[in-house]
C-alpha cells in the first residue's frame, strides 16, 4: 500500500499567514494527490484535486502543487474559518490511502 | 445539488451485522463510483472499498474484505454497506464518498456506528 506522510502534525498560526502543509507519499503517484479540510464534526470538504487544481467554490487562497512524491498545500493569509484538520489522499493505486494529517490551529 | 445522504447513527451488539445506507440524489447515480471510508474518533481516513453502480463491480481493501458488502440499488439511487461481525473496533464513523474516475471524493454527512453490549 503506498503510504502519505503528512508533516508536520500540527501547525500553529496566527490569522493573516501563509502556510504550506506538506504530504509525501511512499512511491511515485504521478498527481493523483487530493487534498481535503475537515472540521469537528464535519465530513472533509474537497480543497484541491489532482495535486494542483481548484475546485469551485473554494477559496482562491489555498493552492496545490507538487507530483511524483511530494505535494504541498499552500495557504495565502490563513483565515480563522481555515483552522481544522487537513489530509491528503492518493487514488494512484488501490487501495486508495490517506494522510495522517495536519491539524492547523490558532497561535 | 449533489447529495449523499446517509442513514442514522446505529447500536449495534458485538457479533451482530448492520447496513447502512447512502441515498444519493442530484446526479446520475450509475456516472460515478460509490467509495466507503471509516473514520475512527481521533484517527485518520481509511478507504474500505467502492462500487460501480452501473454494473455492480466492486473493489475492496483487503483489510475489510471479510467484513464488508457493498451493493447498490440503481432503480432508488441507493449505495449500501453491511458490516459483519462486529466487534468495537468497528465503532466508527462511516462515510460514503461519489467519485468520479475513482480519484477526488464528493463526501456524505457520514454515519456513525456504536458497538457496545
Known amino acids: 500500500d503506498i503510504v502519505l506522510t503528512q508533516s508536520p502534525a500540527t501547525l500553529s498560526v496566527t490569522p493573516g499567514d501563509s502556510v504550506s502543509l506538506s504530504c509525501r507519499a511512499s512511491q511515485s503517484i504521478s498527481n493523483n494527490l487530493h487534498w481535503y479540510q475537515q472540521k469537528s464534526h464535519e465530513s472533509p470538504r474537497l480543497l484541491i484535486k489532482?495535486?494542483?487544481q481548484s475546485i469551485s467554490g473554494i477559496p482562491s487562497r489555498f493552492s496545490g502543487s507538487g507530483s511524483g512524491t511530494d505535494f504541498t498545500l499552500s495557504i495565502n493569509s490563513v483565515e480563522t474559518e481555515d483552522f481544522g484538520m487537513y489530509f491528503c489522499q492518493q487514488s494512484n493505486s488501490w487501495p486508495h490511502t490517506f494522510g495522517g494529517g495536519t491539524k492547523l490551529e490558532i497561535k | 445539488q449533489v447529495q449523499l445522504q446517509q442513514s442514522a447513527a446505529e447500536l449495534a451488539r458485538p457479533g451482530a451485522s448492520v447496513k447502512m445506507s447512502c441515498k444519493a440524489s442530484g446526479y446520475t447515480f450509475t456516472s460515478y463510483t460509490m467509495h466507503w471510508v471509516k473514520q475512527r474518533p481521533g484517527q485518520g481516513l481509511e478507504w474500505i472499498g467502492y462500487?460501480?453502480?452501473?454494473?455492480?463491480?466492486?473493489e475492496y481493501n483487503q483489510k475489510f474484505k471479510d467484513k464488508t458488502t457493498l451493493t447498490a440499488d440503481k432503480s432508488s439511487s441507493t449505495a449500501y454497506m453491511q458490516l459483519s461481525s462486529l466487534t468495537s473496533e468497528d465503532s466508527a464513523v462511516y462515510y460514503c464518498a461519489r467519485s468520479e474516475e475513482n480519484g477526488n471524493y464528493d463526501w456524505g454527512q457520514g454515519t456513525t456506528l456504536t458497538v457496545s453490549s
Open positions: 462500487i460501480n453502480p452501473s454494473s455492480g463491480y466492486t
Open positions: 489532482y495535486a494542483s
